[in-house]
């Protein structure tokens, strides 16, 4: 055991960087969201009290020095979420950009320094400084799933055609799409590691390039009911039990 941090309310968010900082949000009395960050020694380094909005997702750049963070609220009935990205350093934020009518579900901070964020009616990626690099724009509350890998790499799936085909989308850690494509599938889990993207669809788990293009098909024995990727090779859990494919 390193060590260990108690907060005053059930953590509700928490993200960890590759250079042992952590960071988490929870709800208190006195305001909606209060976010934290420690360094690898546990020590406080940051905190942000968020008194309109609850923190729906954080992520932490590699070196843990700066940090994203999604904020849910609402306005005249209508939902709206904030991003915002931070310096560990200061809690006046570098950027602060309001999209009204869209639900943040996943932040990701990537290890190029792009962040990316996914929500029910569409995914963006931004720089640091809150400028737009890339955007897609998909039907509400049609996302089946999203996956990420350590570096960043984004892949959405959301329905189309009335949930007849899916969408797949991936985004580099570089923030921009490498492939657009329609899968006459439903995917019931996805997991990516670079290059790769796995989806099982019930019956087989489907192998795809960065670029979308299916490379292989594996018949799976039993229903699967995750798939993962370990040391480059797909991974699954049947009936309780690991599989390497």
Known sequence: KLGSISEEGTVVAAAIAKDGSIATSYA??????VLSVYNSRFKKIFQWNCSQERIADIALSSNGKKLAVVAVGTENAEIYTRLLVF???SSKPLSDTKYSGTLFLKVVYTSLNKIIAVGDNRTVVVNSRGETVDELVYSEDSIFAVCSD???NTVVFYEEFGGAKTGMVRFSSSGKKTCVETLDLIPECVAVDGGKIAV???NAITIYSSKGKETDEIETQNYVSSIFFCSGEICGIENGAVIKY
């Open 28 to 33: 208190s009395e006195e305001y909606q969201s």
């Open 200 to 202: 099982y669809d019930g």
């Open 87 to 89: 310096n560990v350093n």
């Open 150 to 152: 350590d570096s960043g």
